[in-house]
């Protein structure tokens, strides 16, 4: 018998979630507190907002997740946000005894399954955008999928179409994401992804694989999923 899913789309102000898990869960509250979590350590530490990192800061787990992200991709804890609150989220869910949940906010998902998935890819004008999707296996302990594109609201100095981490923590794939991003430039869409993929061996202990793509070619490093083909519209 087939666990029943629900499925919700969540905003909060500028917080966009997607969600499908096996408990019917109210996280909006919770997501709400984190928002009030990252705005008060704004306001009595500008320091969080620039683009470099800071001191480990372990009052709050969200806080903690995103300072010790951009301590790893020197980037400032601001580049792993999405992929925080998605972290939290499902650590959320899991204390509360979920098996399977996948948290999708802004591209970022972090997720924990008993059983395999496929995950669309948006990849912007790329030819692979919804064309593909990732095969993941069954990850019981929790796993994170973070994209930085040149489209899309979230800042990046690159050209790729995307850019997309597989780690243990969504919160540290996601300041990746970014610092690879960031490296993604060059004059032919070759150079552009092996210059992230370059970027991205010096952070390799940090995560299980790297997908880079930009116009009709990828590349990667690492171990990332098994892609198939989808024909997803969304």
Known sequence: MKTKLYSKDINVDSTHIS??????YNIIPFIEKQRQIITDEIRINPDFIKYKPIPLIHKEKILEHMTYAGKISDTGPMSSVAGSVSEVCLEEFIKRGSKFSIIENGG????????????GIYA???VFSYE???????????YGICTSSCAGPSKSFGLTDATIVFSNQSSVADSLATCIGNYGNGDSDEEIIN??????????????????IKGDTLGKTGHIPKLVKTRNKH
């Not at 969600?19 to 019917?24: A, F, G, I, T, V």
């Not at 970022?108 to 995950?119: F, G, Q, S």
């Not at 593909?132 to 929790?142: E, R, S, T, V």
């Open 195 to 212: 210059n992230s993929l370059e970027k991205a061996e010096e952070y390799s202990e940090y995560f299980e694989g790297v997908l880079v």
């Open 132 to 142: 593909i999707g990732l095969k993941i296996k069954p990850k019981p302990k929790g």
């Open 124 to 126: 912007g004008e790329s």
């Open 108 to 119: 970022d998902i972090a997720l924990k399954t008993e059983r395999k998935v496929i995950l």
């Open 19 to 24: 969600l499908k898990s096996d408990l019917d």
